[in-house]
């Protein structure tokens, strides 16, 4: 790992949150392509997402999604319980970044791809008796719109209008199928 990004990860530990945010932006403008260093610090993700402080795992998360196209020996389909786990997270804010980042999992390869999607497609299904499941549901229709807009799959397009046409009530149908316009 370079030493700018070997600066941005401890920055994240600063008292200074405007250092923080940078060295998260930074660190996430450094993942959108393949880097050889993540490795260098995926064993210490895993131990943050069950940090006490809630910012440590929701980036901590987010992190471990955008490298897993970075992950050659495939540990994300081992590890991939624990990301998941965070988009349960008791802070809905934390869970909520998480989940809106788990799709970049499917940009791996084939398996992560099938694992996400039939991870998302269950919990669509059944997070009704869960607080805030509107944005929830919402969130995993934009997760498989990016998804597919990332890599053009028409499975994902088909199962998500199927996941469309399950929601009963009017108003959320229009608002979930709005993120699926023009496809």
């Not at 008791?90 to 996400?116: C, D, N, P, Y």
Request: charged letters at 30%; hydrophobic letters at 40%; glycine letters at 2%.
């Amino acid at each position: 790992m370079d030493s700018t990004t070997r600066f941005y990860f401890e920055n994240l530990h600063a008292k200074d949150k405007d250092l923080q945010y940078e060295a998260f932006n930074q660190i996430m403008v450094a993942t959108q392509v393949e880097v050889d260093w993540a490795y260098d610090v995926w064993d210490q993700l895993l131990e943050d997402l069950r940090d006490s402080n809630n910012h440590t795992r929701s980036r901590a998360a987010q992190f471990l999604c955008t490298l897993a196209k970075s992950d050659p020996e495939k540990r994300m389909m081992k590890d991939f319980p624990s990301v998941w786990e965070v988009t349960f997270d008791k802070k809905f804010v934390t869970a909520r970044h998480t989940l809106q980042s788990i799709w970049k999992i499917g940009l791996a390869g084939e398996e992560q791809k099938k694992m996400v999607i039939n991870q998302l497609v269950d919990r669509y299904i059944n997070c009704l008796p869960e607080k805030n499941y509107t944005l929830i549901r919402f969130d995993i229709l934009q997760g498989l719109r990016n998804l597919y807009d990332a890599i053009k799959d028409e499975a994902i397009k088909e199962i998500t209008l199927d996941l469309i046409t399950k929601e009963e009530d009017p108003k959320y149908k229009k608002k979930y199928a709005a993120v699926w316009k023009n496809v």
